[in-house]
């Protein structure tokens, strides 16, 4: 059968399932990315109180996982912080689990605050101690127990963003509420605590991380050890990635980890990336300025820094260090050839 063209062919086209693609070249193809996120900052300070409310008024039975989704105002279908990457700040309340289950997205957790509590990877237990990275990647069953005092606070990150766009999510939950450990405690960090020396018995290689927590202590000694007088990254300042013992790779698949210290006074170069980044403030003072605004940090503060958008990170003190965690979907770009990286020239900076 062949339809009779309308009057206006055009409003024809809708019932084929095509369109002319010469009316949507400009949007499908633009000449640089287009961001829908904005840059953006949380401040802990006000959300904090907020998580401590829900403790007393939410139980994990109820809430599975107790967690303020930092939505980016550019972003609510799905929910998210930049385009492709999540973060939340979860709180756990001493005696609380919160059940085990498993997805296809990869997290991590970077703990903020309190101690005592631990999160079951695949039958290991893994302590928690401010400034730990504990990786959960992509279906491994993971629980949360809390048996100390007072709240423990962390900043989840998650890519489901990403692994929902492309549509290959997956979630179960597991038979039992917790899973009993069958692993030593903290067996995987012990094993491969000395950065370059690995077990030699392990022949192994994962596209994502077998370290369940890079402790903290670690990372501050890396900083101590490698002394004052490192350039650093004109741009970036002294940044440090957590990598994939097996490979020197990135700790997941799709998104890289990377701690950074800023020097008393830093003030970088100004630099994009079509990587979207998630900073997180460990400790100090500073910002970062965009064209348009200019977003000032404090401790434990979490800033979307969209892909694409030229920026520039400050220290604003003049004698204490600015330590920053930050994650970014890079590995994801990288690995499909799309990762791009410039240092725009602007206003600001002298010449030459
Ligand atoms: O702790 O397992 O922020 O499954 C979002 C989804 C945390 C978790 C989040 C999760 C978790």
Sequence with gaps: MTGAMSENPYQSLDALAVM????????????EPQASAVPYLWRYAALRPYMLHF?????????????????????SDPPATV???????????????????RHAANAFRFIIEGESAYTTVNGERIHMR????????????????????????????????????LEAGFFELFGDRVQKPY???????????????????????????????????????????????????????????????WNGGP????TDCKITRLRPGFRGRLRRTT???????????GHVEFDDRRLEFGPHDVIAVPGWRAHRL???????????????????????????????????????
Excluded: C
């Design 275 to 285: 990587a979207s980044t998630i900073m997180h403030v460990v400790r100090g003072e």
């Design 183 to 245: 692993v030593a405690d903290d067996l995987s960090s012990r094993k491969f605590i000395h950065g370059r020396l690995n077990p030699a018995w392990e022949n192994a290689d994962s596209r994502f991380s077998p370290v369940g927590n890079y402790p903290w202590r670690e990372t501050e000694r890396a900083f101590v050890a490698m002394g004052d007088d490192v350039e650093g990254s004109d741009s970036e300042g002294i940044v440090l990635e957590y990598t994939n013992p």
């Design 20 to 31: 002319p693609l010469w009316r949507h070249h400009g949007d499908l193809f633009t000449p």
């Design 314 to 352: 400050a220290n604003t003190s003049t004698d204490s260090d600015a330590i920053l965690f930050s994650y970014s979907n890079a590995p994801a770009l990288r690995a499909l050839g799309l990762l791009r990286v410039d240092h725009p020239e602007s206003a600001n900076d002298p010449p030459g």
């Design 130 to 165: 401010p400034g730990d990275l504990l990786l959960t990647p992509g279906w491994h069953w993971h629980d949360h127990f809390h048996e100390g005092n007072g709240p423990v606070m962390w900043l989840d990150g998650l890519d489901y963003p990403l692994t929902n766009a």
């Design 251 to 254: 700790v997941l698949p799709t």
């Design 55 to 75: 403790t007393n008024r939410l139980s994990l039975e109820e809430a599975a996982r107790r967690v303020l989704m930092l939505v980016n105002p550019g972003l």
């Design 83 to 101: 385009n492709s990457l999540f973060a939340g700040i979860q709180v756990i309340m001493p005696g609380e689990a919160a059940r085990a289950h």
